[in-house]
């Protein structure tokens, strides 16, 4: 065995990559020239021009504080976050990531410098490339980010709200950020487009945001005389409707209502509120393509460097390693493993993708039964282009689960009552179950339909003023209560008066109970 | 081609600011934390092996969730074995393994630990114990040497031979002594040279040679290897030892009138005061000492658990006190402290004899004696700052006329306790009280 891989080192040495552990700038871009190349020829992919950026293990920690992004505003749950993933990391816990990349263009790759040559090979396939071609070519993050503007908005973001604190105070900014981050979650337009942003527009955007700003205040002043001139007021259904109509409610972007509407907050603040909000719409694809976007770069980190391998270009000893390291990201251990925590996207993303690659050359009956329309086409890269373009999480888990790795995996439903002391197996990998099981994991990767769903319903401008929502409950999942309750109470901070809300039963209609911040306190 | 960046001269710890923003939020959390845990426990206790973790009530980041404990879900899991549809799973037991679906550990379970030293230095943040320096001035019972650098003068014990060496290094090489191996290269050359047939050259070199030879040993002989300017030795201050142990007097009312909520109130104060003690010295004992009519040394458990009542005289507690001094804590050898909870009912010919014995003989053995007189919360705004009040009250006010290391105080409720104990403790002006 030491003599085979020597001998073969002896013969290929010129033709390798690169040999030892240790990496130079000329080693690493030779390998980003060759992986490319592979990457182009042989899985057609299509990626935006890449920067490479090397950093230190402490400035990787600096950087999973800031959700990712290498501009960030300040705010103390960054710190917590940063403290927690050291805690995990110094007590072995858990291993810092190898990457990390950024959906921009140029789509920004971060190596660390504590890697061998071998792993910034896979890296580079994986993130330079693999994730780099989904970010360009998915529909989602086409439709719904910027990869070209977000830096620059996050340069003003951050230099914004530096602004505000020097002018406000850190504590008075704090308090919008904290209560903005508590609504992150339904502060995402799901089905309609946002916006492009553009530095320079947005920088325009914000001086017409300000002036809209004061003539709403200004109308809130011309309201108050029209009450005489017909005594329909606020409480008609009539006026209701039309008050609905005006404020387009219901609207489940609580984010964006509070800074359109709140009567309250001053524009600095809606501006804030704003940036929130654009971060966590830029997030909203990442979240909803886990399984896709971590499966289409591990596929394709496993394929080019298979590829290169296969073509003499790597060592014996560089592919072991990387090997190694790849097995330990895509294992999956079984519900009932201590070490389970969840399914793991990275194993169930490269195994669907090599279940399509398999289904579409060496196809068994089943398979053509199940997938006439790709069994046997032969044509692997396509589909696989295709299946990355088209689809989120949920989708494509919907499409293109197939029994067989249903039977890999040995899936399995459990029905879980919160009234019942046990739960039920509900299906197993078998005929009847392959449906129930493909259609269940796909539900669970939908984000619309997995998260609380909330909106504004109504709200009562000339009256109270008071901020009605209402929570849509399914399957009788109420919300944890004491986050609600602190939750609400973030909601108040931000619309100035009381808010309430109603869990209404999704299928009765019937309200199951109503929760007001005047219940609360503070 | 893609652009290489090499980021790592950047600035690090980008996010520094953050965390300093997060601790200083916790910190918070924290002291909010330890003060409810001072109602629980024995007085010995709260200062054991206890490592505070933070509930994250302040650093919590609330969003809507789902609550777990409600509904009907399914589970999509991996790695059946041997499962069939319509088969039961017992639901893990409340905090059972890790293994129960959906349950993932979340950042917001993520505790701030602290040892118990960072949790007494939040605790006694700017608590100074009232006469440090008296006691420093009075009673300064030994000296420890502690290392203060280098001096130039010292006795031969104390020379540090690093130092003086690295000096002597440094100094030869600026006067340029001659290395021993430039002699020896000279040497090896004449013993050569002479060994040779002698040639007039050769004859000059070796006078040249003789003569720089002779040049060199002399300067060697002038500049010493290490000369006296060299030597240092290590410096040591002598510094006051504080006495190093503490006795704690709890004196406590039981009769019918101290009830439950005074008992709690008295005993929030003694946990505080034998921490802040236990903070201070080596060693740090407590002698709970209860009386009705009469008085008498019990153990914890006892002094705060046991009912017993009758009628109150308080000055039996402060002999048992002197009678305990006297056998068990001579004042030379344990700095004494006392801490007195009353309601301060009491017969005024007893508070007449209270003072006697605390003129007499107690503050002179004590090094601060603190009443602290728990009232009724109905009370607390007539009593509030007014000298009027109860016997023992009027009869300890007397007393604080004149002696500085006595402090009272009353408290109606637990709130108060905290900035009461601050205001007993507190770094006091020199005792200026009455100067």
């Known amino acids: 065995m030491a003599n085979q891989a020597s001998k073969s080192s002896q013969t290929s040495k010129s033709g390798l990559l690169f040999s030892g552990s240790d990496w130079d700038f000329k080693t690493l871009s030779r390998a980003y020239e060759a992986i490319e190349a592979i990457a182009i020829e042989e899985l057609h992919l299509d990626v935006y021009p890449v920067q490479m950026e090397i950093i230190s293990s402490q400035q990787m920690l600096d950087a999973y504080s800031s959700v990712g992004m290498p501009l960030m505003y300040r705010h103390w749950s960054f710190?917590?976050?940063?403290?927690?993933?050291?805690?995990?990391?110094?007590?072995?816990?858990?291993?810092?990531?190898?990457?990390?990349?950024?959906?921009?263009?140029?789509?920004?790759?971060?190596?660390?410098?504590?890697?061998?040559?071998?792993?910034?090979?896979?890296?580079?396939?994986?993130?330079?490339?693999?994730?780099?071609?989904?970010?360009?070519?998915?529909?989602?993050?086409?439709?719904?980010?910027?990869?070209?503007?977000?830096?620059?908005?996050?340069?003003?973001?951050?230099?914004?709200?530096?602004?505000?604190?020097?002018?406000?105070?850190?504590?008075?900014?704090?308090?919008?950020?904290?209560?903005?981050?508590?609504?992150?979650?339904?502060?995402?337009?799901?089905?309609?487009?946002?916006?492009?942003?553009?530095?320079?527009?947005?920088?325009?955007?914000?001086?017409e945001r300000l002036e809209y700003e004061e003539r709403s205040y200004n109308d809130l002043w011309?309201?108050?005389?029209?009450?005489?001139?017909?005594?329909?007021?606020?409480?008609?259904?009539?006026?209701?409707?039309?008050?609905?109509?005006?404020?387009?409610?219901?609207?489940?972007?609580?984010?964006?209502?509070?800074?359109?509407?709140?009567?309250?907050?001053?524009?600095?603040?809606?501006?804030?509120?704003?940036?929130?909000?654009?971060?966590?719409?830029?997030?909203?694809?990442?979240?909803?393509?886990?399984?896709?976007?971590?499966?289409?770069?591990?596929?394709?980190?496993?394929?080019?460097?298979?590829?290169?391998?296969?073509?003499?270009l790597i060592s014996e000893g560089a592919m072991l390693e990387i090997l190694r390291n790849h097995s330990n990201v895509i294992f999956q251990p079984g519900f009932d493993d201590p070490r389970f925590s969840g399914i793991n996207p990275y194993a169930l993303g490269l195994d669907m993708m090599q279940d399509i690659q398999r289904i579409s050359t060496e196809p068994t009956a089943e398979d053509r039964d199940w997938f006439p329309d790709i069994a046997g086409n032969g044509n692997w890269r396509e589909t696989l282009l295709d299946a990355w373009a088209n689809h989120r999480d949920e989708s494509f888990i919907r499409q293109y689960l197939s029994p067989a790795l249903m039977r890999k995996w040995r899936f399995f439903i459990l029905a879980d009552a919160a009234s019942e002391p046990h739960y039920e197996v509900a299906s197993i990998h078998n005929e009847r179950g392959y449906e129930k099981i493909r259609a269940g994991l796909a539900h669970s990767y939908d984000i619309g339909s997995s998260r609380p769903d909330i909106q504004v319903v109504d709200v009562d401008l000339l009256g109270d003023r008071q901020l009605r929502l209402e929570h849509k409950v399914k399957n009788g999942i109420m919300l944890e209560e004491a986050s609600r309750d602190a939750t609400l109470r973030h909601i108040r901070r931000l619309w100035g008066y009381e808010v309430s809300l109603a869990a209404i039963d999704a299928q009765t209609g019937g309200t199951l109970n109503e929760r007001s911040t005047s219940q609360i306190g503070e | 081609m893609p652009i290489f960046v090499d980021r790592r001269l950047n600035p690090k710890d980008k996010s520094l600011g953050n965390r300093q923003r997060f601790l200083k939020r916790a910190r918070e959390e924290l002291k909010r934390s330890i003060r409810d845990r001072i109602r629980i426990g024995k007085i010995a206790d709260v200062d054991s092996e206890h490592a505070v973790s933070m509930p994250a009530r302040g650093t919590a980041e609330p969003s809507f969730s789902d609550a777990k404990d409600s509904g009907r879900r399914q589970h999509i899991l991996p790695g059946n074995k041997h499962f069939a549809p319509g088969d039961r799973v017992p639901k893990p037991g409340q905090g059972g393994g890790g293994s129960s679906p959906g349950k993932?550990?979340?950042?917001?379970?993520?505790?701030?630990?602290?040892?118990?030293?960072?949790?007494?230095?939040?605790?006694?943040?700017?608590?100074?114990?009232?006469?440090?320096?008296?006691?420093?001035?009075?009673?300064?019972?030994?000296?420890?040497?502690?290392?203060?650098?280098?001096?130039?003068?010292?006795?031969?014990?104390?020379?540090?031979?690093?130092?003086?060496?690295?000096?002597?290094?440094?100094?030869?090489?600026?006067?340029?002594?001659?290395?021993?191996?430039?002699?020896?290269?000279?040497?090896?050359?004449?013993?050569?040279?002479?060994?040779?047939?002698?040639?007039?050259?050769?004859?000059?070199?070796?006078?040249?040679?003789?003569?720089?030879?002779?040049?060199?040993?002399?300067?060697?002989?002038?500049?010493?290897?290490?000369?006296?300017?060299?030597?240092?030795?290590?410096?040591?201050?002598?510094?006051?030892?504080?006495?190093?142990?503490?006795?704690?007097?709890?004196?406590?009312?039981?009769?019918?009138?101290?009830g439950e909520r005074?008992?709690?109130?008295?005993?929030?104060?003694?946990?505080?005061?034998?921490?802040?003690?236990?903070?201070?010295?080596?060693?740090?004992?407590?002698?709970?000492?209860?009386?009705?009519?009469?008085?008498?040394?019990?153990?914890?458990?006892?002094?705060?658990?046991?009912?017993?009542?009758?009628?109150?005289?308080?000055?039996?507690?402060?002999?048992?006190?002197?009678?305990?001094?006297?056998?068990?804590?001579?004042?030379?050898?344990?700095?004494?402290?006392?801490?007195?909870?009353?309601?301060?009912?009491?017969?005024?010919?007893?508070?007449?004899?209270?003072?006697?014995?605390?003129?007499?003989?107690?503050?002179r053995l004590c090094q601060y004696f603190a009443y602290v007189e728990i009232i009724d919360e109905r009370e607390s705004h007539i009593f509030g700052s007014t000298d009027n009040g109860t016997s023992l009250w009027r009869a300890y006010s007397a007393v604080n006329q004149r002696w500085p290391n006595f402090q009272m105080s009353r408290i109606a409720n637990a709130a108060d306790i905290y900035p009461v104990f601050r205001q007993l403790f507190a770094r006091q002006p020199a005792f200026q009280k009455n100067a």
């Open chain 2, 104 to 258: 993932t550990v979340s950042e917001d379970d993520f505790r701030f630990v602290l040892s118990r030293e960072e949790v007494l230095d939040l605790f006694f943040e700017d608590l100074e114990l009232p006469d440090m320096v008296k006691l420093n001035l009075k009673e300064i019972l030994a000296f420890k040497p502690r290392r203060a650098g280098f001096a130039a003068t010292g006795s031969p014990t104390n020379i540090n031979v690093g130092r003086t060496m690295r000096h002597s290094h440094g100094r030869r090489i600026a006067l340029r002594r001659p290395r021993r191996e430039e002699l020896d290269a000279i040497e090896k050359e004449l013993a050569i040279l002479e060994a040779e047939p002698q040639s007039a050259a050769a004859h000059q070199r070796i006078t040249t040679l003789r003569e720089e030879l002779e040049r060199l040993e002399r300067r060697r002989k002038r500049i010493a290897y290490v000369d006296p300017v060299d030597i240092r030795f290590n410096r040591f201050d002598a510094q006051p030892v504080p006495n190093a142990n503490a006795v704690m007097f709890c004196l406590m009312d039981v009769s019918g009138s101290m």
């Open chain 1, 222 to 312: 011309r309201t108050l005389p029209r009450s005489k001139d017909g005594t329909k007021a606020s409480g008609t259904d009539l006026g209701m409707a039309e008050r609905k109509k005006t404020l387009n409610l219901p609207e489940e972007n609580l984010l964006y209502f509070l800074e359109k509407n709140s009567l309250v907050l001053e524009p600095w603040q809606r501006e804030i509120i704003r940036i929130v909000r654009v971060v966590a719409q830029y997030f909203y694809p990442q979240r909803q393509t886990q399984v896709m976007n971590e499966g289409c770069a591990t596929f394709v980190h496993y394929t080019l460097m298979n590829m290169l391998f296969d073509r003499g």
């Open chain 1, 79 to 207: 710190g917590k976050h940063f403290l927690y993933q050291e805690l995990l990391y110094r007590k072995g816990g858990r291993g810092l990531a190898y990457e990390l990349v950024i959906n921009s263009n140029p789509c920004i790759v971060y190596l660390m410098e504590e890697n061998t040559m071998a792993l910034q090979a896979l890296v580079t396939a994986h993130a330079a490339l693999g994730h780099n071609h989904f970010f360009k070519n998915n529909h989602l993050f086409r439709q719904w980010t910027d990869a070209s503007a977000i830096l620059s908005y996050l340069d003003f973001a951050k230099g914004y709200i530096a602004r505000c604190e020097e002018r406000h105070g850190v504590a008075a900014v704090e308090a919008i950020l904290d209560a903005a981050h508590a609504l992150m979650e339904q502060g995402v337009f799901r089905y309609h487009r946002p916006p492009k942003l553009s530095s320079e527009r947005q920088r325009e955007g914000v001086r």
């Open chain 2, 262 to 363: 005074e008992k709690d109130l008295a005993k929030r104060f003694f946990v505080l005061l034998h921490l802040f003690l236990k903070r201070r010295y080596d060693r740090t004992e407590i002698v709970f000492i209860r009386h009705t009519h009469e008085a008498q040394e019990v153990d914890e458990e006892t002094f705060f658990y046991n009912t017993q009542s009758g009628g109150t005289v308080v000055s039996t507690a402060l002999e048992e006190m002197r009678r305990i001094i006297e056998q068990r804590y001579p004042s030379n050898e344990w700095n004494i402290y006392a801490a007195q909870a009353s309601d301060g009912d009491n017969f005024v010919t007893d508070s007449e004899r209270c003072i006697g014995l605390m003129d007499g003989q107690i503050m």
